[in-house]
């Protein structure tokens, strides 16, 4: 008698199916000094803190993700400690016996063992695409569909909220031909003084930065927004970012009408359906990709394809990543078919110490999509021992 046809084979007792069973995974919280203080409407930071993953698989390679925080729970709900705390409680147990190809399966498993969680969700995630990629000698990009760019036009953040500080800086940065976009945070003095401080700044600079981005991180109503609105868009600028709270769907979309400046969502839209939310309500015409938003590379993706759907154009964003966490976006970034507003992965420069070895090009006013399997990075492991945190 003939079997039924549709049966599944057995899985071979070899092959890259075995090879990428997971076999490990690790978890360390590392501090990284950065340059200079950055300043956010909410929070300052003169170091950056990551939760790295390192997944290793039954043929021995390894794997890398990292999940990047602003000052702790600040930025977003997860902190360093809690996102530790979480992978190695609930994620790392739940994919127990996992294999590294499974992407999709592997994402949802992570999604049924922790709600939200997506810093934590995406670093494992950035994880197993790497380890997977190094056992197949593939680049991430290509198990993502394929790159379509090796190299995405980096603005550069000026947040230390001093301007002379911030102009010396740009200048350097448009010197060393780096970066010639500029993203100047605000919201962090009363409005009146930073737009004086922004004026300084688009004075002296202005006429060879060929963008000025500014990210306001909700510190503004409605009405500031409003009144604002004007000079702004005398100075030139051409985005504005996250001007009100996540939630003021509304508000923004008010504010959104009477802008001749697209305004950009970043932390009012993490999920599918919040992206769907603010697009269809016109609160907002760009959006901001973050893995920490998306909680993973497969997601990030569809998060650009129902952004792109609402209409919404598209920017490459960050959380002041390492290499690594920068080689996670970079892959996922390089395979989008439009990202109309470049990315801003400057986190690798503004660390005293990377913690890779320098894969990550910065020239010609662009970040260079790093080549080799998985995300094409390799590990300082000393750099990473020092930047550990002890106890
Ligand atoms: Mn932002």
């Not at 950065?34 to 950056?48: D, G, P, V, Y």
């Not at 003084?193 to 688009?202: G, T």
């Not at 005398?234 to 504010?255: C, D, S, Y």
């Not at 394809?305 to 390492?322: F, P, Q, T």
């Amino acid at each position: 008698m003939t079997p039924p046809v549709a049966q599944f084979a057995e899985p071979a007792p070899s092959g890259p199916r075995t090879a990428c069973r997971v076999a490990a995974i690790e978890t360390t919280i590392v501090d990284c000094p950065t340059t200079r203080r950055h300043k956010l409407s909410n929070t300052e930071i003169s170091f950056q803190s990551y939760v790295l993953v390192r997944v290793i698989l039954a043929d021995g390679s390894t794997g890398w993700g990292e999940a990047s925080t602003l000052g702790g729970p600040r930025w977003a709900e997860e902190s360093v400690e809690a996102i530790k705390a979480n992978i190695d409680t609930y994620l790392a147990p739940a994919l127990e016996g996992a294999n590294a190809l499974d992407f999709e399966l592997n994402a949802l498993t992570m999604a049924k063992a922790a709600t939200r969680n997506t810093a934590a969700r995406a670093a494992v995630d950035a994880a197993l695409h790497d380890a997977a990629g190094q056992s197949l000698g593939l680049p991430v990009a290509t198990l993502l569909g394929g790159a379509v760019r090796d190299r995405i036009e980096v603005l550069w953040a000026l947040a230390s909220g001093d301007a002379e500080q911030e102009i010396e800086e740009a200048r350097a940065k448009l010197a060393a031909r780096e970066h010639r976009r500029f993203k100047i945070k605000l919201g962090f003095h009363a409005p009146a003084d930073d737009m004086a401080r922004l004026a300084k700044i688009v004075n002296a600079i202005g006429p060879q930065a060929t963008e000025i981005v500014v990210d306001v991180n909700q510190g503004w109503s409605e009405a500031t927004a409003i009144r604002y609105l004007p000079r702004l868009a005398e100075m030139g600028v051409a985005l504005i970012e996250q001007p009100l709270r996540p939630g003021l769907i509304e508000a923004t979309a008010r504010v959104a009408r009477r802008s001749q400046i697209p305004i950009m969502v970043d932390e009012a839209a993490f999920t599918g359906p919040e992206i769907m939310a603010n697009g269809v309500a016109a609160a907002g015409s760009v959006y901001s990709l973050k893995l920490v938003k998306s909680g993973g590379l497969q997601e990030i993706r569809r998060a650009a394809a129902i952004a792109e759907a609402c209409g919404m154009e598209l920017y490459g964003g960050c959380l002041i990543e390492s290499g690594i966490g920068a080689a996670a976006h970079l892959a996922a970034f390089s395979t989008l078919p439009r990202l109309e507003w470049g990315c801003e992965h400057f986190g690798p420069k503004i660390l005293k110490t990377d913690l890779t070895r320098g894969e990550i090009r910065f020239a010609d006013y662009a970040v260079h999509l790093p080549q080799g399997p998985g995300l094409g990075i390799t590990v300082d492991e000393e750099a990473l021992a020092r930047a550990a945190r002890k106890g």
